[in-house]
């Protein structure tokens, strides 16, 4: 009988030898998507009942659809009814959580154009209510992932048009929070908004 973990990925058994090898495990370095891992963390924090997290559906009109036959429908044609804001929100601890993702191949900073107008409105509305508001920034080409609280990432925005497009890496690490793969979660991301919650960063 298959077996699949919550997100849907099928999980596989694989023959386990009886001697016990000791090595170094890269939990990066699965073929994982920065989403992917997320939801695997978001899984497993609901799982053990820390939080509630979830990706947003993207809000799809669609507009033809085919029936080729009784048991199945095939999409042909759908349209985004609205831009979407952020890719998650939840609730932990009492907070309200709303935060979004973003890779990129750039070695020494991130591109502002990653995000879009609509995101950091959004963000900004959430911040205002007391939302604890951040951004998944992860530097694929060196494997790295760090929190930024949304207010840091604003700076930054807001003065775009006057000065850098980007956010260099070295602003990134002093200011944000660095994220290390581990087995479970993926992505202890929640030990960071600890931190925020502490020293009352949104």
Not at 34 to 61: C, D, F, M, W
Request: aromatic share 14%.
């Amino acid at each position: 009988m298959p077996i699949n973990y919550p997100n849907g990925n099928q999980y596989n058994i694989k023959n386990k030898s009886s001697k016990s090898i000791v090595r170094t495990v890269n939990y990066a370095k699965r073929g994982m998507t920065l989403e992917e891992e997320i939801n695997e963390s978001n899984a497993y924090y609901a799982a053990r009942g820390q939080a509630v997290i979830h990706k947003k559906p993207t809000p799809v009109q669609l507009v033809k659809v085919d029936y080729p036959k009784r048991s199945a429908a095939v999409i042909k044609e759908a349209y985004f009814k609205t831009p979407s804001t952020t890719d998650y929100n939840g609730v932990y601890k009492g907070y309200y959580l709303d935060f979004d993702s973003k890779e990129t191949k750039n070695k020494t900073s991130f591109p502002l154009y990653n995000f879009h107008e609509h995101q950091i409105n959004h963000l900004k509305a959430c911040l205002k209510q007391g939302g604890i508001c951040f951004a998944f920034l992860k530097f694929t080409s060196l494997n790295q992932i760090y929190l930024l609280p949304a207010s840091k990432l604003f700076e930054y925005w807001d003065h775009q048009d006057s000065g850098r497009k980007s956010i260099k890496l070295a602003d990134i690490k002093k200011f944000g929070y660095s994220l290390s793969y581990q087995f479970n979660p993926v992505i202890p991301y929640l030990d960071a908004v600890d931190k925020m919650i502490e020293n009352s960063i949104h």
